[in-house]
């Protein structure tokens, strides 16, 4: 009978890509070849896509409520919320105990992460495989009208982001010149206190 965790793991352990069979090398830093990568990457943009579109929850694949606000639904939107708060408290906590914040191994002297961790962070060809994907794909969202950050809304003349993605890099360029100006006025402040 054939097992599928074994296959994979033989094809993991000789380092070779277990969704296309072997065919191909893993990318460095990943599971599966670059080729795979971006076929599923393709797909759960697909899927996404398709899902915005029927009223369907972009999570589970749920009927959304008429006139629900948000692409997921109330479960899933609550599920993501947790996972984000666990995932950012552990990310403290580790960064104060000194530990690398993605693995927990001891983290490099003045920095947040190990050297193993930092060694894939640093791989330029997943940061590039990220950033030509971006670039593909806002190629294509210009072509089609659409907004380069939602890539879903149509963009009025003269403009490559829609009217909300554009209101929300405002603020959040405001927000974050307003947090410099206060840790600046902070720092100036200790500085000047003994």
């Excluded at 965790?5 to 380092?15: D, I, M, V, W």
């Excluded at 072997?22 to 759960?44: D, F, I, W, Y």
Aim: proline share 4%.
């Amino acid at each position: 009978m054939f097992d599928q965790k074994a296959n994979r793991a033989y094809y993991l352990s000789r380092g070779l890509c277990p969704r296309c069979g072997g065919k191909n090398q893993l990318a460095p830093g990943r599971h599966t070849c670059r080729e795979c990568a971006l076929k599923e990457s393709e797909q759960r943009r697909n899927r996404r896509q398709f899902s915005r579109e029927n009223g369907l929850c972009t999570r589970c694949g749920r009927p959304l409520p008429e006139g629900h606000k948000y692409v997921q639904c109330d479960e899933c939107r609550k599920y993501v919320q947790s996972f984000y708060k666990f995932n950012k408290a552990r990310y403290e906590e580790r960064k104060e105990q000194g530990l690398c914040v993605k693995c927990g191994a001891f983290a490099e002297p003045g920095k947040t992460m190990c050297k193993k961790c930092l060694d894939q962070w640093h791989e330029s060809e997943n940061r590039e495989l990220y950033r030509e994907q971006k670039r593909q794909k806002r190629k294509e969202c210009r072509e089609k009208g659409l907004c380069i950050d939602c890539y879903t809304r149509k963009v009025e003349p003269g403009h490559t982001r829609c009217k909300r993605c554009r209101d929300l890099r405002m603020d959040s360029t405001r927000k974050y010149r307003i947090n410099m100006k206060l840790k600046k006025g902070e720092n100036h402040g200790n500085s000047t206190n003994p």
